[in-house]
């Protein structure tokens, strides 16, 4: 089995490879698509970060390919309905960043708390300026966290921790940490928040979530964060916010408009204004969150080579699977009536007794692992590769 990974993919991932049986091939960069195809001939297992893209015909052209993973979060470099149609397992790392962006949340609760940003600009430009005006301890102040997820949860524990009081709101009813009390609405938040920090996904709705009406809406003098999706905040409305000083002060890691590459410049109407934190989407940027999402995606690949799991894959229904004990078929499928019967009489025509059988579909696919207690021989495997609703039928053990 060979694996091929690009862009730099942490050591943790390529030794977790290594160790589970894979001939690892590591590049240093991104590759164009002819390119990718020509290095795909005799690959298994694809490893990228966010720079490579997949298309369909780098699926379409890769006959060995059986899984790809994401070295990162965002899985849209990879046409994950191509590799559905294919049954290519794709694997991301969603939630392996969650503590690096909470640590610095926290710092920037803190630091926005106690002017940090102005007083080490002004001592940096010769301005010693020493005053507890407008300085706070965080301790006994209150928070409000908007969306209570991964993130927004263990941002919860950790001001606790500091001693601060938290609130939150989520649209989905959460079950709150520690003494974090929860809030009926974001109306209901807004007004008792000293600090809001936004933390909810991506949705399209979310969209513009926080805008003139939310900000008119804080407690006056309250601190803002958002450390989750540039779309969900109006920064117009923002800067006169900050610029009226009903908002105290600001840390922006997310930007509607961000650049794509390092050397393109930075414009915000944030720029330039006193008590404001911006930092170039680095939320979850650490060497500990690239160890972890190493570590988790190689995890997911090699489980899938070995047993077929495909828990939290981002396209193929999930299946749970321990390494097989005996023979295991593993059929995907279109998710159509009728398909497991058919399954189950061409396995029954074998003599093969089934020990276990998973079944799970999602959307159009369905997913089936057959444990079964004799050798399938090559007609069973062509028989069931025959099947029209057939897209990928592999052996294991
Ligand atoms: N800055 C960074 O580098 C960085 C790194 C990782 C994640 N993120 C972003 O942080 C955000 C949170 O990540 P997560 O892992 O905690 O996600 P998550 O999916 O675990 O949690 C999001 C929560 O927000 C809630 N939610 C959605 N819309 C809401 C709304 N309008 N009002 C209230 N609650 C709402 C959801 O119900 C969910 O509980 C995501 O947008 C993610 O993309 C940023």
């Given at each position: 089995m060979k694996a091929l990974l690009l862009e730099n993919i942490h050591p943790d991932g390529v030794r977790v490879l290594r160790e589970r049986g894979f001939e690892v091939e590591t590049r240093p960069d991104a590759l164009g698509e002819a390119a990718l195809i020509e290095a795909l001939r005799d690959v298994d297992l694809l490893g990228i970060r966010s720079t490579t893209y997949v298309t369909a015909e780098v699926i379409r052209s890769a006959p060995r390919l059986r899984a790809i993973g994401a070295?990162?979060?965002?899985?849209?470099?990879?046409?994950v309905d191509a590799a559905t149609a294919a049954g290519v397992a794709v694997f991301n790392a969603p939630y392996s960043n969650t503590r690096s962006v909470v640590e610095l949340a926290v710092a920037e609760i803190i630091a926005l708390a106690r002017h940090l940003v102005d007083h080490t600009s002004q001592m940096h430009a010769g301005v010693w300026n020493k005053s507890a005006r407008g300085s706070h301890e965080v301790r006994g102040r209150s928070l409000g966290i908007v969306g209570y997820g991964s993130i927004g949860a263990q941002l919860s524990v950790l001001a606790e921790s500091l001693g601060m009081r938290v609130y939150f709101y989520d649209v989905v009813d959460k079950l709150a940490l520690g003494n974090a009390t929860r809030c009926g609405s974001l109306e209901e938040l807004l007004d008792v928040a000293e600090t809001v920090s936004l933390h909810v996904d991506?949705?399209?709705?979310?969209?513009?979530?926080?805008?003139e009406a939310e900000f008119a809406r804080m407690r006056p003098r309250s601190l803002f964060l958002n450390?989750?999706?540039?779309?969900?905040?109006d920064d117009e409305a923002l800067a006169r916010h900050l610029r009226s000083g009903h908002v105290a002060g600001a840390a922006l890691d997310v930007f509607p408009t961000e650049p794509r590459t390092n050397d393109e410049g930075f414009a915000s109407p944030l720029r330039g204004l006193p008590n404001v934190i911006l930092t170039p989407h680095v939320g979850g940027s650490t060497q500990e969150a690239q160890a972890n999402i190493g570590l988790f995606v190689a995890g997911k690949l090699a489980d899938f080579v070995a047993a077929g799991a495909t828990v939290l894959s981002v396209n193929l229904p999930a299946v749970q699977a321990a390494p097989p004990q005996e023979r295991r078929i593993l059929h995907l499928h279109?998710?159509?009536?009728g398909v497991m019967a058919t399954i189950n009489r061409i396995v029954a025509e074998v003599g093969a007794n089934v020990d276990a059988q998973q079944l799970a579909t999602r959307g159009e696919v369905g997913y089936a692992v057959l444990d079964i207690d004799a050798d399938a021989s090559e007609d069973v495997l062509a028989a069931l590769r025959a099947m029209p609703e057939a897209i990928r039928v592999e052996l294991r053990g």
């Open positions: 070295f990162c979060i965002g899985t849209n470099q990879i046409d991506g949705r399209p709705a979310n969209r513009n979530l926080f805008g450390l989750s999706r540039g779309f969900v905040v279109a998710n159509v009536p």
